[in-house]
């Protein structure tokens, strides 16, 4: 069975438009996986044919059809199938198309976004930038539940500073999802902590690294390193700046030093 996505503009509106398109498809024996309008006008389809012919031959027709136009038939993109599934396109920079942008409001689809790229096999870097309180650390989790992952927090400021300077057992394992907050390991000044780090990059595994922007300052690794950039606002106007997260970690840093008699979680 072959999947494609078939996206049309409608420029005529007339009634029973969908039904002629879905009967036509039953026709060439195509099956309908998803339906769902993905933009003003627009309407967006998985499709599931057994033979490609029959995708060819609905192609065909398409062309002789004056009340749509095809705005998309290709194989289906990740982008293609959120689309489809939540009824929108994932905004993505019109300049490094690798870089994607989401607001607070759309935690769901953000979720559901790097939970498909975490099903996926292979290395992946993902850098994911943002404010504090904004929803990172927490979509990344649900995100690896989503995808049946498990996460492995290498440095992080979620509950306590976790510094880790080793892995145990089954946390050597490519199907584990591994998070990392750029400003806690570029300020870690411990080089066990980077050698893992080190370690880790090399592993054919997902990798998610918060505030990607500070983790390449003191480090060999550059943003053309990453696969994706994810950018999680709590509006579209807000600006990342990092003197205030930087600001943000280190008083809350002094608080859990506080807590904790002068430390972290390092191990």
């Known amino acids: 069975m072959r999947e494609w996505y078939f996206e049309y503009e409608i420029q005529v509106n ?3 438009l969908l039904g002629d398109i879905a009967s036509l498809l039953g026709m060439l024996r195509v099956n309908i996986v998803t339906i769902n309008g993905v933009d003003q006008g627009r309407r967006g389809m998985l499709l599931r044919a057994e033979h490609d012919v029959q995708l060819e031959r609905f192609e065909q027709i398409l062309s002789t059809i004056e009340t749509i136009a095809v705005t998309k038939f290709r194989e289906p993109k990740l982008r293609d199938i959120l689309a489809v599934r939540h009824g929108r396109y994932i905004q993505r920079d019109a300049d490094d198309r690798k870089t994607f942008r989401f607001v607070r409001d759309e935690l769901g689809l953000l979720v559901d976004f790097m939970a498909e790229i975490f099903k996926q096999e292979g290395h992946k870097l993902v850098g994911l930038r943002g404010m504090p309180r904004v929803g990172k650390t927490e979509s990344i989790v649900a995100a690896s539940v989503s995808a049946n992952k498990k996460w492995i927090f290498l440095s992080s400021t979620m509950i306590k500073q976790t510094v880790r300077n080793q892995l145990m057992g089954d946390e050597f394992n490519d199907n584990n999802i ?11 000044h411990d080089e066990r902590h980077m050698q893992l780090v080190r370690e880790m990059m090399r592993m054919p595994t997902i990798k998610v690294v918060e505030h990607p922007d500070m983790f390449i300052q003191q480090s060999e690794y550059s943003i053309e390193d990453f696969d994706y950039i994810i950018e999680l606002r709590h509006h579209p106007d807000e600006e990342i700046t990092y003197e205030v997260i930087e600001r943000d970690n280190t008083m809350n840093n002094k608080s859990q030093m506080d807590d904790m008699f002068g430390g972290g979680f390092n191990f």
Not at 182 to 188: F, L, M, N, S, Y
């Open 14 to 16: 007339r009634p029973g």
């Open 178 to 188: 591994f998070i990392l907050d750029g400003i806690v390991t570029r300020r870690a």
